[in-house]
């Protein structure tokens, strides 16, 4: 289905205060940075926890490590939907045994995504607790599943899409809403 | 994206592109096998059958932790201790296998062309492990995966195959794997054991190892398979060791940073020298790690868009 940008809801100044404030509220929640580490989902999500970690050092001062996890193999609609998606590298290089995890993602949607961060996570040990931070959470919740760290809240519907657009990846820093054509 | 057919039957039919995808999703699973807990749910109810007419230790091994490690159950049925042996033909197994739904199976037999008997009659996918002296796909994929690991590249780069051509499943799918991402392709045996016509399928011809390994990047010996030939094509094991055993003096003609690779089970002191072996040039061991990652991506890719 064709899509036309309906609204721009972040610009490059409003997702780098977005990222500031979830920055601090993470060194608020945590009492420092101490044990933490951040873990990016592919794709966008690893670019954005890097961010976060550049930022934590500008306030803290402390180097905080990120991991990549790609979420493809714990999928719960493999082989529903024709061909397999491409499995990418998930690269953890070091313990999350007794840390506490902040997984990193663009959006929040329906909450499956993180229920196989969640799992895969698992698979590496046993942190002491998981957070979640998410640039933008969207609604329509299909697990019990929240995030403790919000850029901005944005009322969608189903049919649209919000798309999230990095300088890493697409060389600007932007998130728009998409609605469907008719045609 | 995906595999365009429901089975692996041979390189042959595979394209570059289908090559390059099976070798970096390989790459993304191998991280999967350096992790504490080596499990993944993605394959969970799958069922893959293990069905060997010949024996085997690496390959059904590794199919078979490939299929563990993301979570399939793995059933192995080795010919000699089943109904085969009391006269059933293959469809007919093959019928029996299906009636039990299963995802996958895995095939290795003597008859050249009994995987696609078996992919014609079945609906399950079917990975070919090695027919006859025809093909053997996933070992040449885990050749190429291993070599690209090392090169960085396949493209441009040239590989001379040694030994045992003639009998060579693993010589046959080799070639057209190398030859399709862009490599050259070099063979070295006694005449006695090149096929006639071999060269139609673009590759140089040496009865001299010496030559035939100068200046390559890959060497890859095979093993001289006693099994299959009837008769005898050359005077004697220590003759064929003498001209075409790779030992450490002539592998000093060799470029300083050639690659050698044995696909297994290997005879030392015949075609390959223990100190070459178990040298610091060998990649034997990187192919057996290799072809797990291997397998699970091409068990992965399988299972997705065929049904």
Do not use: W
Not at chain 1, 114 to 132: C, H, K, T, V, Y
């Amino acid at each position: 289905m064709k899509k036309k940008e309906k609204a721009q809801i972040l610009d490059e100044m409003g997702i780098s205060r977005a990222l500031t404030r979830i920055a601090h509220e993470i060194i608020e929640k945590n009492k420092g940075t101490q044990d933490l580490v951040l873990v990016g989902l592919r794709s966008r999500g690893v670019d954005l926890a890097r961010r976060i970690s550049q930022k934590l050092k500008e306030i803290d001062g402390m180097e905080v490590p990120v991991g990549v996890l790609d979420i493809t193999l714990y999928r719960d609609d493999l082989g529903s939907m024709g061909p397999q998606p491409v499995v990418r590298k998930t690269e953890i290089p070091f313990s999350i045994n007794d840390k506490k995890v902040v997984l990193v993602d663009d959006v929040l949607y329906t909450g499956r995504t993180i229920r196989a961060a969640l799992d895969g996570l698992i698979d590496f040990g046993r942190p002491r607790s998981i957070q979640l931070a998410v640039l933008v959470d969207r609604g329509h919740r299909e697990l019990p599943i929240r995030a403790d760290y919000v850029g901005k809240n944005v009322p969608t519907s189903r049919a649209e899409q919000v798309q999230v657009m990095l300088k890493e990846e697409d060389d600007v820093d932007r998130v728009v809403i998409l609605e469907p054509v008719n045609c | 994206m995906g595999l365009k057919q429901k089975d692996l039957l041979s390189m042959r039919e595979l394209s570059a592109e289908e090559i390059t995808l099976i070798l970096d999703t390989a790459e993304s699973m191998k991280e999967v096998s350096t992790r504490d807990i080596k499990k993944v749910p993605t394959l969970r109810g799958k069922t893959v059958i293990n069905l060997f007419y010949e024996p085997s230790t690496r390959t059904r091994t590794s199919f078979e932790i490939a299929g563990k490690r993301l979570s399939a159950d793995v059933v192995n049925i080795a010919t000699e201790k089943s109904s085969v042996v009391k006269g059933e033909t293959l469809r007919d197994t093959g019928k029996t296998l299906m009636a039990m739904n299963p995802d996958v199976v895995v095939i290795r037999h003597p008859a050249p062309g009994a995987p696609r008997i078996l992919a014609e009659t079945l609906s399950a996918s079917i990975i070919n492990a090695g027919d006859g002296a025809h093909e053997h796909p996933t070992q040449a994929l885990l050749d190429l995966f291993t070599i690209r690991e090392r090169k960085g590249r396949l493209e441009g780069l040239s590989g001379v195959i040694v030994g045992d051509i003639l009998h060579s499943r693993v010589a046959r799918s080799n070639i057209h794997g190398m030859r399709k991402m862009g490599m050259s392709v070099r063979l070295a045996g006694p005449a006695t054991l090149l096929p006639r016509f071999i060269d139609q399928l673009g590759v140089e011809v040496f009865t001299d190892l010496e030559e035939a390994i100068k200046g390559v990047d890959v060497i890859m010996m095979l093993r001289i398979q006693l099994e299959r030939q009837g008769r005898t094509f050359f005077p004697s094991l220590r003759e064929y060791s003498r001209l075409f055993g790779l030992n450490l003096e002539r592998l000093k003609r060799a470029r300083e940073d050639i690659l050698i690779m044995h696909p297994g089970p290997i005879n030392r002191g015949v075609e390959i020298a223990p100190e070459v072996a178990d040298g610091p040039y060998s990649l034997i061991l990187d192919q057996v790690s290799n072809g797990v990652a291997v397998r699970m991506a091409l068990l992965y890719l399988l299972m997705g868009g065929a049904s």
